[in-house]
């Protein structure tokens, strides 16, 4: 890896397909070069390919989230090849074990724990110094609407009947959390660190059952990823799934 000086540096984990592969794209399309954060170096290389053949300068960057080496080793790397990180976007996770009060996959929590909020902690921790060594560094934790205990409560809102299966979305309400603690540890620096709502989309993570793409998935990190020095830190921002307009975005209820 070579620095390129004045283009920004981002790095997008479990960004081999999905939203994060969207997101690599668009941030590599807004002249970022972009690390293609993949825990398998084999789809992250083909991503690799991908972007590369759709104009973005990517870098496959092996890591995987919920392995403390797999992190030392890419961060070395990172500093070795650009010395600062300017973008950080957490968006690795994992669905899995959607059961219920008396029928919980308790297996598939720890896992998806493992993978959703420990991963998230584990990763800006240790990117933190090269996230203070760049001007204005954004970190993106890619969360969700299930994680709003205020969307899920609503009773007129979409979520009312949400599946009763704790899981998945106690990992997205507890990022919710972690967003508030960094963003409140670092509010006095100019890193911003914001919680990013994609909306439903049609992905693997959900057999392809959502109703927007990973591209527009993809446009609410990119959102928080180049916000203006006066934009917010610390807020759950993205699609608005109560809005009458498809395409309406804001500030969520934690
Ligand atoms: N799709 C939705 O409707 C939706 C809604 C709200 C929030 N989200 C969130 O958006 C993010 C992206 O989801 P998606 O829908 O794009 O899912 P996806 O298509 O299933 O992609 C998940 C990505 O995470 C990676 N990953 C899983 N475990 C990892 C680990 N231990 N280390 C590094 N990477 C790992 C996967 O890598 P492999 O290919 O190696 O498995 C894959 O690249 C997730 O945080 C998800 O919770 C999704």
């Given at each position: 890896m070579t620095d390129t000086h004045d283009t920004k540096v981002a790095l997008v984990t479990?960004?081999?397909?999905?939203i994060g592969l969207e997101t690599a794209r668009l941030l590599g399309h807004e002249g970022m070069t972009v690390?293609?954060?993949?825990?398998?170096t084999g789809r992250g290389a083909e991503a690799e390919r991908a972007l590369r053949e759709d104009g973005v300068d990517a870098r496959v960057l092996p890591l995987d989230v919920t392995d403390a080496g797999s992190v030392a080793t890419a961060v070395g790397a990172v500093a070795d090849g650009f010395g600062r990180l300017d973008v950080l976007v957490n968006n690795a996770g994992v669905a899995e074990g959607w059961g219920t009060i008396g029928g919980t996959d308790l297996a598939a929590v720890r896992r998806m724990l493992e993978v959703n909020v420990v991963g998230v902690m584990a990763v800006t921790d240790a990117f933190l110094p090269l996230l203070r060594a760049s001007p204005a560094a954004r970190v993106v934790h890619v969360s969700s609407?299930?994680?709003?205990m205020g969307a899920v409560t609503d009773?007129?809102?979409?979520?009312?009947?949400?599946?009763?299966?704790?899981g998945y979305p106690l990992t997205k309400a507890a990022v919710n959390m972690v967003t508030v603690m960094h963003a409140r540890a670092l509010r006095d620096t100019p890193i911003k660190v914001n919680a990013a709502n994609p909306g439903y989309c049609a992905t693997d993570l959900n057999g392809h059952s959502g109703t927007r793409t990973a591209e527009q998935g993809a446009r609410v990190s990119l959102h928080l990823a180049t916000l203006p020095e006066d934009g917010p830190s610390g807020v759950l921002w993205?699609?608005?799934?109560?809005?009458?307009?498809?395409e309406s975005y804001g500030i969520l209820p934690w």
């Open positions: 479990g960004a081999n397909r999905g690390l293609v954060g993949a825990r398998d609407e299930i994680g709003s009773p007129r809102g979409p979520f009312h009947d949400l599946v009763a299966s704790p993205g699609h608005l799934a109560a809005a009458s307009d498809p």
